[in-house]
């Protein structure tokens, strides 16, 4: 089973990403604002004793929102990924191009598969992009989060009318 092109996977990961960030940037801003909302007030300080009100956030709390804000990214783009992967095998980029991750007796991935995809392809970008280049050596068009989760990425032809 041969997996698609790195061109086509680019191409879907510029779409998915687009609608990545607009996910990201709306929980990171109800996230951010409730933390504010709900913050301790360790982590603010009054520049100002004479006006109380406005706080600035000290040092602790610009380290715990950043932290906070860094686990949103990461667990908000794994739901994102794992459940388009586990329901029905197509991110909203993939199916503008009509493909599917599979496994190789055709089936979609389950949860495990997905967090497994997910820590794979993160260490594939960790690595400057090598993990997905390497799909240019493969002769099957493999990525390296395609060989560790024994999963393809494949088009599939809608029929004609």
């Not at 004793?49 to 908000?76: C, F, H, M, Q, T």
């Not at 993939?94 to 392809?121: E, H, Q, S």
């Amino acid at each position: 089973m041969k997996s698609i092109s790195l061109f086509k996977r680019i191409l879907v990961m510029i779409y998915d990403g687009l609608l990545l960030c607009s996910v990201v940037f709306f929980s990171s801003a109800l996230l951010m604002g409730l933390f504010t909302w709900l913050g301790p007030d360790v982590l603010f300080n009054a520049p100002d004793p004479d006006y109380p009100k406005l706080l600035e956030r000290s040092e602790l709390g610009r380290i715990v929102g950043g932290v906070i804000v860094s686990i949103n990214v990461v667990a908000v783009s794994f739901f994102f990924y794992g459940w388009f992967w586990t329901h029905g095998g197509q991110t909203l980029g993939m199916k503008a191009w009509n493909l599917y991750l599979v496994k190789p007796d055709g089936k979609f991935i389950g949860w495990k598969t997905a967090f497994k995809r997910y820590l794979a392809a993160l260490l594939s970008w960790a690595c400057l992009g090598l993990g997905f280049t390497w799909s240019l050596l493969n002769s099957n068009n493999r990525t390296w989060h395609d060989m560790l989760t024994d999963t393809h990425i494949i088009n599939v032809k809608k029929p004609a009318k």
